[in-house]
C-alpha cells in the first residue's frame, strides 16, 4: 500500500513508522512544504493513509497558503472517510481541519512525560506511557473520543470518525532519544510505545480498506 506522509521539518524522523510500513510492505511517499511534489500535489481520491508528523520549522508556514492548502486536504479525506494519523503539529492541522480549535499554552515545555489512556476501544491502550512531547499548543476538539489525557494538557489525543492525533510522538526511537530536549528516559517502555503506535496504524489501514 501507498501511504502519503507530510513531513513538515528537514529533521523530521519517521522512526518507528519506517520499521512499520517496513514490516507490512508499505511504500511511504514523502511531502516537504519546500518540495515541487509537495501537499498540493496529493489527490485526494488517491489517498490510502494520511500521515502528518510534526517540525517546528513549520510554525513559520502558519501565515502561508500552504498550511492552509493542508488543512484543505485533511477535510477533503475526513469527508471521504479516508484514513488519517497526525502527530504533533500535524495532530493540530488535522484538529484545526476537522473543526476543533489550538490555543497557545502557557507553559511550554520540551522532554519525556507521562500520558494516561482514557479509552481503550480504538486499541489496547496502557494505564500509562512515558512519551515525548514538545507542546506548543493545546487541542480542543469537543466531539472527538479522547484518547489520552496528562498533566500538562486535558487532551493529548484523540480519535474522530476515521483519524487519529497525537500531541506526542510515539514514532521516536532510542538511537535519536539522546537528539531530544531533556536526553533520554529510564522509565520509558520503547517496546509499549511501538506497540501502539504500530496497532493505531494497523487500525487505521484496516478500516480504509474495509
Known sequence: MKIDVILHSEDDSL??????????????????????DGVQTI??????LLISLGGGELLKFKKTAWFAVERELMRRLSAFNIPQFGIGIGA??????????ITSMAHQTAGWQLVN????????????MTVFQEPHDRIVMPRAQR?????????QGFKF???????FHLEV????QRQLAGGGDSKVNWTTNQ????????TLVKNGTN
Do not use: Y
Not at 117 to 124: F, G
Not at 147 to 155: G, I, W
Open 15 to 36: 522512526g518507528f513508522i519506517q520499521e512499520w510500513a517496513d514490516k507490512h510492505h508499505h511504500e511511504l511517499v514523502l511531502h516537504r512544504p519546500t518540495d515541487s
Open 147 to 155: 484518547l489520552f489525557n496528562s498533566a500538562l494538557d486535558h487532551c
Open 161 to 167: 470518525k476515521n483519524a487519529v492525533g497525537l500531541q
Open 92 to 101: 493540530q492541522q488535522l484538529a484545526s481541519a476537522l473543526g476543533g480549535t
Open 43 to 48: 489527490q485526494p481520491h488517491r489517498v490510502n
Open 195 to 202: 506497540r501502539v503506535l504500530d496497532e493505531l496504524l494497523d
Open 117 to 128: 489512556a482514557t479509552r481503550a476501544d480504538t486499541v489496547k491502550l496502557p494505564d500509562l
Open 173 to 176: 526511537m532510542p538511537e535519536t
